[in-house]
């Protein structure tokens, strides 16, 4: 008789994938069943197809349909629209207003990126280090969107320039698109889409052509958009959402 109990098998540990899914929202464990059938599943980029895989959602890498799905409970997606005058740090030793005071309820989260106090929008919290990471690295290329009040009138050129590039003091610079959104007499309000992450790089973009920017708003970080949610607002990123993020820079 061996003196050493047999190795465990790790086909008989942790959670079973059909109940992972259904509780990360995927679909009912019925409707789960149906897509590991089909094999439109995968477990650390090997589609499965048997109903009794189990597997360790904290360490299981889980795609459906080529889409990443988060199934460990401890990580947090979070959106916060920021308000303006709210400075981007989650504490402040002066005791300014900090994004910090909307996140008490929310431990061991970070903020992605930053944005200038006096610009408000869409800011990403989350407490997945790879995943900031890769989001905040120039060489993913991940686009965020701007709506910039400015002066008006806008000339008919401006989108062109801005699309060309232009020389800034600390080298080129230009955008992915441009949009004149709505014009009130002396006020326009443009959209600014570029992937450039460089400090108030939209508000020294449309200052060098003659159109510093009276209010900024950043509206989308890749696919995830602000929709309703009003300033001060907080709310978890949907299943469609983190796997956009997911996609876009690889992981």
Do not use: W
């Amino acid at each position: 008789m061996s003196e050493h109990p047999a190795p465990a098998d790790p086909a008989a540990e942790g959670i079973r994938l059909q109940k992972v899914l259904s509780k990360a929202g995927v679909a009912s464990r019925r409707a789960a069943e149906q897509m590991i059938a089909e094999g439109r599943v995968e477990v650390d980029d090997e589609i499965v197809t048997e109903m009794g895989r189990r597997i360790d959602p904290a360490t299981s890498q889980v795609r459906v349909d080529g889409s990443r799905v988060i199934v460990n409970e401890d990580v947090t997606h979070l959106l916060l629209n920021k308000p303006t005058g709210i400075l981007c740090t989650m504490s402040d030793d002066q005791n300014r207003p900090c994004i910090g005071d909307y996140l008490r309820e929310h431990e061991g989260l970070f903020h992605v990126g930053r944005l200038d106090v006096d610009t408000e929008g869409l800011l990403l919290v989350t407490n997945d280090g790879e995943l900031a990471h890769r989001l905040m690295h120039p060489s993913y290329e991940v686009r965020k969107t701007y709506l910039a009040e400015v002066a008006a009138p806008i000339e008919k050129d401006l989108g062109r320039r801005l699309r060309d590039g232009v020389t800034l003091d600390d080298g080129p610079a230009k955008v992915d698109k441009f949009k004149l959104v709505d014009l009130n007499g002396k006020r326009a309000l443009v959209e600014i889409v570029l992937h450039e992450g460089r400090k108030h790089i939209v508000r020294r973009l449309l200052e060098h052509v003659g159109h510093p920017v009276h209010r900024l708003v950043r509206t989308a970080i890749g696919e995830v958009r602000l929709t309703t949610e009003r300033p001060g607002a907080i709310r978890k990123l949907d299943r469609k959402e983190v796997g956009g993020l997911y996609k876009a820079v690889g992981l």
